[in-house]
Nanobody, 124 residues
Framework: QVQLVESGGGLVQAGGSLRLSCAAS????????MGWFRQAPGKEREFVAV???????DYTDSVKGRFTISRNNAKNTVYLQMNSLNPEDTAVYYC??????????????????WGQGTQVTVSS
């Protein structure tokens, strides 16, 4: 079983940066695909970034070139570095994990484990 705990959210001004962290429990972290999703007020949960167990990454178009997902398997931690933040990035950000699967990477319902979420607010 895997438990995920996010941290690093906060309030920043447009153009600023934040780094989110997601610490995972469990002994098979390296075998999990890890993703970041976000949910803004009045919107559905949205895919942001993914780092698969095989080492590939992908991002939603709106964050490409600004956000970077990384992971440190030795520390059982996945990160989301967010640069050049704008107010449209304001949302609750969730870390999610699933074991081995390479299908449906952008779909929240395919993930088995979720963190509690961390609020990111970007002011103009």
């Amino acid at each position: 079983q895997v438990q995920l705990v996010e941290s690093g959210g906060g309030l920043v001004q447009a153009g600023g940066s934040l780094r989110l962290s997601c610490a995972a429990s469990g002994r098979t972290f390296s075998a999990y695909t890890m993703g970041w999703f976000r949910q803004a007020p009045g919107k559905e949960r949205e895919f942001v970034a993914v780092f698969t167990y095989s080492g590939t990454t992908d991002y939603t178009d709106s964050v490409k070139g600004r956000f970077t997902i990384s992971r440190n398997n030795a520390k059982n931690t996945v990160y989301l570095q967010m640069n050049s933040l704008n107010p449209e990035d304001t949302a609750v950000y969730y870390c999610a994990g699933r074991r081995y699967s390479v299908t449906g990477l952008h779909i929240p319902g395919t993930y088995d484990y979720w963190g509690q979420g961390t609020q990111v607010t970007v002011s103009s």
